[in-house]
């Protein structure tokens, strides 16, 4: 008998002072969408990035190229990865829209979405976006 291996999706293990501060971020920026980056070494979460978004929207999101830059120049400087970029949706799921599948332009990052649809209840997800395909990712806060 073939035993079959049970699949288990990976997992991104989210400190809760970031996941807080995403949250935090998306709050302070409602009704617009807020966006930043996470960033740590060898695969794990040590420093978020809010940044302005550039769109100053409520449906879309850009990072704002000047600090996108500067950030990036600091997480090399530090020898880190860019882990995951991250954004809110403010009234829907925190899952990606055809937009943010569309612009899912680094497909090796995770992309983390936090949702006020529920403001007593902020949802946060992860995924990752290749090629227009979403692959949800588990969520450990630690």
């Given at each position: 008998?073939?035993?079959?291996e049970?699949?288990?999706?990976?997992r991104v293990?989210l400190p809760?002072?970031?996941?807080d501060?995403?949250?935090e971020?998306a709050?302070?920026?409602?009704?617009?969408?807020a966006?930043?980056?996470?960033?740590?070494?060898?695969?794990?979460i040590?420093?978020?990035?809010?940044?302005?978004?550039?769109?100053d929207?409520?449906?879309?999101?850009?990072?704002?190229?000047?600090?996108?830059?500067?950030?990036?120049r600091?997480?090399?400087?530090?020898?880190?990865?860019?882990f995951?970029?991250y954004?809110s949706h403010?009234?829907?799921?925190?899952?990606?829209s055809?937009?943010d599948?569309r612009?899912?332009?680094?497909?090796e990052?995770?992309?983390?979405?936090v949702?006020?649809?529920?403001p007593?209840?902020p949802?946060?997800?992860a995924?990752?976006?290749?090629d227009?395909?979403?692959?949800?990712?588990g969520?450990?806060?630690?």
């Open positions: 008998m073939i035993e079959t049970r699949r288990v999706a990976p293990s809760s002072t970031i996941r501060a995403m949250i971020h709050q302070r920026e409602f009704p617009k969408e966006c930043g980056l996470l960033a740590g070494p060898k695969g794990t040590e420093a978020i990035y809010p940044m302005r978004n550039a769109d929207s409520a449906v879309t999101y850009r990072l704002d190229p000047t600090e996108q830059l500067r950030v990036f600091e997480i090399e400087d530090r020898g880190w990865d860019l995951a970029i954004h403010t009234h829907s799921e925190a899952y990606p055809a937009t599948r612009l899912a332009f680094y497909p990052a995770v992309y983390v979405l949702s006020l649809a529920d007593d209840s949802a946060v997800r995924f990752t976006i290749s227009g395909d979403v692959d949800e990712l969520v450990t806060v630690s």
